[in-house]
């Protein structure tokens, strides 16, 4: 069974729990954790997304950490690789890290670059779309290592906050927006 985005969003939405005030007062935190519970739900995502990419790329970068929930079972549904991309630290070396700035300071992702194939068709895959630092680093990082970046898609993307304004030039996709 074929799924849109927009379907595959009506799936997701029916499956977010929202939590006011967390982490902080003021913040609507969406919970995906009752979606990757249900099964069935899940298993659509994962089939949607690959019947959306099938043939269009080779391999897929799962952002730390919510990101591998989804790239993990997308890779392994296509038969491509998984690429990695995490917080700075959490890989044995050799690796290449970019810096990228947050509200209050900065952050580090980390790649092993020997993980990304010359001229490889990758597909950033995470979670949330926010701000676009965490994106953004990563598409560098990819670049960096020798792969092109066929697309990012995420699961939610918070549009208040404009993220997709630091990823122009990129085919971002989104499942649903808020």
Do not use: C, W
Not at 12 to 38: K, Q, S
Not at 131 to 145: D, K, N, P, Q, Y
Not at 158 to 173: A, I, T
């Amino acid at each position: 069974m074929t799924h849109t985005l927009s379907e595959l969003g009506e799936i997701v939405h029916a499956n977010i729990r929202e939590i006011p005030d967390y982490p902080h007062a003021g913040v609507l935190f969406r919970d995906i954790t009752p979606l990757l519970a249900n099964g069935e739900a899940f298993g659509r995502l994962i089939e949607g997304l690959a019947e959306h990419y099938h043939g269009r790329i080779d391999a897929v970068a799962g952002l730390e950490s919510r990101g591998f929930i989804l790239a993990a079972p997308l890779a392994a549904r296509l038969g491509i690789g998984m690429i990695t991309v995490r917080k700075a630290g959490k890989l044995p070396g050799p690796v290449i890290g970019v810096d990228y700035q947050l509200e209050y300071g900065t952050a580090r992702m980390e790649l092993r670059p020997d993980t990304v194939h010359p001229a490889d068709r990758i597909l950033v895959v995470d979670d949330v779309l926010a701000t676009g630092g965490t994106a953004a680093a990563s598409v560098e990082l990819i670049e960096r290592a020798g792969g092109q970046v066929a697309g990012i898609v995420v699961l939610m993307e918070l549009l208040g906050l404009n993220g997709r304004s630091r990823l122009d030039g990129y085919e971002v996709e989104t499942v649903l927006a808020y």
